[in-house]
């Protein structure tokens, strides 16, 4: 089987596995995992940030995010279909008490600019939330892997910091900005308070992410982890496999972009497949089909019959995702069965 269901399908490669066995380790509880503690700290150091805090999902990052910045009846400005809001089962609101106030992208592909977040602060009245926290995220899965540019986000935060307002990235795929853009970490970094980065996605590790940000709130983020049960213990395994990935898998990326357009394409031949949004620009690949090919169930379901996993997110919408784990030749042959549904 080809699987584009997700960059998370990826296996450990004979280097990764080999690094994670030779990892020293000790109890991270205690803090005495010297191999977390490192990657820690040099995942920091990546993005200009004084701390960083490893956690198992990126999921978990978000959420210790917006545990540290905010406090029951607080509200977060974010766009309508991030995974903040739409993928992580109403954690902001379950875990911490607070709300969501989405906002509609107007270029359809989940990225905003400073005008879209005019008069959205809440008044200070006791009948309001309280406005606390901005949060992006770059790449923007639903919106297709679209990168957000860092001149856009600059004025976002300027205008946040201008209300005193927090701001958080969601960067799970923050990997494959820095490959398309050529815009380095540290940048990406500077430009929030905390900032979340996924090693499974697109790097190829197994499991793991990372919260980084300002020392005190990355100590707080620490007890949110706990109280979350976050807390590991001899995780130097997982974390040897992120420095792998660091080591090996970032500069690859910019073949999984190549490889995306190779489906990409072939998606916009067959009639009644419409890309969501037309222009790839990372390994993300949303399309919609129409009726005359059933549902998005049906298409996948005639994908797997020719050896292709993807994946039907909703009811008319697929997502075919590169990564690690496929070659261009995979993809080159995933992209003749799309082509054959025209038939």
């Keep these: 089987m080809i699987d584009l ?8 490669t004979p280097g990764m596995m080999a690094a ?13 995992d010297p191999t977390v503690n490192a990657l820690e700290q040099r995942t920091a150091a990546m993005f200009g940030c004084e701390a960083g805090l490893f956690v198992p999902s990126g999921t978990m990052a978000n959420q210790i995010a917006v545990r540290v910045h905010c406090r029951p009846q607080d509200e977060i400005l974010l766009e309508t279909n991030s995974h903040i809001c739409l993928w992580e089962a109403g954690g902001a609101a379950a ?13 359809g592909d989940g990225r905003l600019g400073a005008s879209d977040f005019t008069d959205k602060v809440r008044p200070d009245d006791m009948h309001s939330v309280r406005t606390r926290l901005v949060c992006l995220e770059v790449t923007h899965n639903r919106g297709g892997g679209t990168v957000t540019s860092p001149d856009a986000i600059n004025e976002i935060s300027r205008w946040a910091r201008h209300h005193k307002l927090a701001t958080h990235l969601d960067g799970a795929r923050i990997w494959n900005a820095i490959v398309k853009t050529g815009v380095p970490a540290k940048v990406w970094g500077g430009m929030f308070d905390t900032i ?3 090693f499974s996605k697109g790097l190829g590790t197994p499991v793991g992410s990372m919260l980084l940000g300002p020392r005190e709130l990355i100590a707080h983020g620490r007890r949110i982890r706990k109280l979350f049960g976050g807390a590991m213990r001899q995780i130097g395994f997982l974390a040897a496999a992120c420095d792998y990935a660091l080591d090996h898998n970032i500069d690859r990326l910019a073949e999984d972009h190549t490889n995306a357009r190779i489906i990409a394409d072939a998606v916009a031949e067959v009639p009644g497949f419409t890309l969501k949004p037309y222009e790839v620009e990372t390994n993300l690949v949303w399309f919609e089909v129409d009726a005359r090919h059933g549902s998005a169930k049906d298409v996948a379901e005639r994908l797997k019959a020719n050896g292709v996993l993807v994946a039907p997110l909703e009811t008319r919408v697929i997502r075919a995702v590169t990564h690690l784990d496929v070659t261009r030749e995979q993809c080159v ?9 025209a038939r």
């Design 20 to 32: 994670m066995m030779a990892a020293p380790v000790g109890d991270d509880v205690f803090g005495e």
């Design 5 to 12: 269901r997700s960059d998370t399908v990826t296996k450990p």
């Design 95 to 107: 875990l911490s008490g607070v709300t969501l106030r989405t906002i509609d992208s107007t270029t």
């Design 333 to 341: 042959t995933a992209a003749d069965a799309i082509r054959r549904l």
């Design 196 to 198: 979340n980065v996924c």
